[in-house]
Structure formats: structure tokens, C-alpha cells
């Protein structure tokens, strides 16, 4: 009798295993320049899908550059208070962890990431009350240079806010683009090098630069209670809608710089002064560019002919690699500290 009890019950966990086994997805490693490259991982039992139709849901991705090569959980949207994130106004997170604000000025556009191959710019927004000698901004548009193709998305102003409408916009080459408003709806360029992705219906998505970034984004107004908090003294006809965005960088060169990238680099020394409640940063003429699509700043280094030769290398060495995958397939953070 006894015998028979424990032959059930281990017929019943092997069954449990399998079955668990079997619901869980599993990751693949595809980026050569990651230490797992071709390694497969499963996913963990707590988050066995690499998608989610709740946007509240964890999603399994693999941190392909750490040696043990193992899938994590996470939430599909920005976190603000994780290495790589920008959110509120604004305050940024660098690649070595040190929290800094940079403020930038009210309309105009300052480059947040210049590599070789691959430029992000950010366009601010804001108000300067009567009384204060700088302006309140935000960050309301991203814009990308890469593979001789240009990309920007952007929060349209509003002067209140409602869930229920959708307040991202997106161009591709200079003309407007339409991602379905509904969840998991997806829109890929004409190579496929990037990859808009809807986390959620509305003011949601997950953009992914073949090879290079995978950026998690929100839209969000000035709510009556930040205006309250921090006395930003918002006008009646404009809630500032804004992005809050977390970037995972994969392949960044020693060289990188902007505001955010720079701090990616091995040898950088964050010039934010630790200990004080908002260390900010200046070196606004450094990084300001004369548009969200341009690569004229003083310390930008994004070359067109230099991104065509890599576009070209990467499509001869690399032809198997593509987003559809997504960068939970496996794509790590090399440039880490």
C-alpha cells in the first residue's frame, strides 16, 4: 500500500513538471555579442510568456549577457526608478546608476543618446513661471536617426487629460504613421530594423531598434497633484503631456555620448554631486541640436555614412537577426558597469 502511494505521488509531480514545463515559453539568446548567444532559456513559472495581453502582467526576458544566462521577470512598462530611465522633469537614471536631472530649456531639442550607428533625441517642453529663473520642462518627443532612416514619436498637446484617447504620434521618413489602437498591435519599417509595439491600447508602446535598443514608453499629463507638490504653476489650456521612458542600450561603443549615453561609457565620471536632493547637470549647448532629427550637436558623434556601412555589415553577418523577436529573445545590456 505504502509503495503504491509513493508511485502516485511521484507520478503526480513528474505530471505537475511536465505540465509546467510545457506552459512556460522559453527566451533564445540571438545577439552575438552577448555571452549567451544561441543559448535557449526557459521561462520562470511566475511570468511564462514572453507576451502579455494584460499590461499589468510580468513578461519573461533574458538578461543574455550575464554568464549564468538565466530569464528574469519583468514589467512591459518604464520604470522610473531603474538605471536608464527618464521620467518627470526629467529626471534621469545613468547607465552607472547615479540618479541627475537636466533640465534643458522649453522647446527646443537636446541629444539624449549619440553613437556611431544610432541617435536619440529628445525634445522638451515647459513653462517658466512669473518669478523663477529657469524653465519647468519635460521630455514630449523622441526622435531617431538610424540606418539612414529617421524616427520620432511624440505626446500631442493637450489641455486635459482623458485616458480613453490616445495621445501618441508617429512618423516614419517624414511622414505620419498608424499603429492600431489595440493591445499587441504592432508596426515594423520596411526592413525591420524597428519595432512599435502597444503595450496597452492607448499611450503605451515598446520600441525596438534592431541590435542597438529596446525602449519602454509613456504617456503621461502634469497631474493636478504634481502641479500642487512641486508648484510648477501649470497654465489652464496645457497639462504638459509627456514620455516616461526606460532604455535597455545593446552594443554601445566606448564612445557613446548625450546626456543619458554618456553615462554607458567605461571611463565616464558622472559630474552629479552625490548627497544633494536634485543634483542637476548643465552642459545644455553641448548636447543642443537644431531639430528632433538632427545629429548637429557639439558632442554628437552619429555619422550617416558610418551608420550605412554598419546597416550593411549587420545584414550580411547578422541576415538570421530581425525584432520580431523582440528584445526579450535574449538581447543583453553589454555597455554595464
Known amino acids: 500500500m505504502e509503495i503504491s502511494k509513493t508511485l502516485l505521488l511521484v507520478i503526480s509531480l513528474v505530471a505537475a513538471t511536465c505540465f509546467l514545463q510545457a506552459k512556460a515559453a522559453g527566451v533564445y539568446c540571438s545577439n552575438p555579442y552577448t555571452r549567451c548567444y544561441r543559448k535557449y532559456i526557459r521561462c520562470p513559472e511566475e511570468c511564462p510568456s514572453k507576451t502579455a495581453m494584460n499590461s499589468k502582467n510580468k513578461v519573461c526576458y533574458a538578461d543574455c549577457d550575464r554568464p549564468t544566462c538565466k530569464s528574469q521577470c519583468r514589467m512591459r512598462k518604464p520604470n522610473c526608478n531603474r538605471p536608464g ?23 527646443e531639442e537636446f541629444s539624449l543618446v549619440s553613437d556611431s550607428d544610432l541617435q536619440i533625441n529628445g525634445r522638451f517642453i515647459g513653462h517658466r513661471p512669473a518669478g523663477r529663473a529657469r524653465d519647468f520642462t519635460w521630455i514630449q518627443a ?35 504613421l498608424s499603429v492600431p489602437e489595440e493591445t499587441l498591435s504592432t508596426w515594423y519599417s520596411p ?83 552625490p548627497g544633494v536632493a536634485m543634483p542637476v547637470v548643465g552642459g545644455e549647448d553641448s548636447f543642443k541640436t537644431s531639430s528632433l532629427l538632427s545629429n548637429d550637436c557639439k558632442t554628437c558623434i552619429f555619422s550617416e555614412s558610418q551608420a550605412e556601412i554598419d546597416s550593411v555589415k549587420s545584414e550580411i553577418e547578422y541576415a538570421t537577426l530581425d525584432c520580431t523577436r523582440g528584445a526579450s529573445s535574449g538581447y543583453g545590456i553589454v555597455c554595464r558597469k
Open 142 to 176: 523622441l526622435g531617431f536617426l538610424f540606418n539612414s532612416n529617421k524616427f520620432s514619436l511624440e505626446a500631442a498637446k493637450t489641455a486635459s487629460w482623458d485616458n480613453e484617447i490616445d495621445h501618441l504620434k508617429f512618423s516614419y521618413d517624414g511622414q505620419d
Open 191 to 273: 526592413n525591420k530594423d524597428i519595432k512599435i509595439e502597444r503595450v496597452s491600447m492607448r499611450n503605451s508602446v515598446i520600441v525596438t531598434i534592431k541590435d542597438k535598443a529596446e525602449i519602454m514608453i509613456n504617456v503621461v499629463p502634469v497631474t493636478k497633484e504634481d502641479d500642487r507638490i512641486h508648484s510648477y504653476k501649470v497654465p489652464s489650456d496645457d497639462c504638459f503631456a509627456h514620455l516616461e521612458v526606460q532604455f535597455r542600450f545593446f552594443n554601445l561603443s566606448p564612445k557613446v555620448d548625450g546626456i543619458l549615453g554618456r553615462t554607458y561609457r567605461p571611463d565616464f565620471q558622472n559630474p552629479a554631486k
Open 85 to 107: 530611465s527618464a521620467c518627470y522633469d526629467p529626471r534621469f537614471i545613468g547607465g552607472d546608476g547615479i540618479v541627475f536631472y537636466f533640465h534643458g530649456k522649453s522647446n
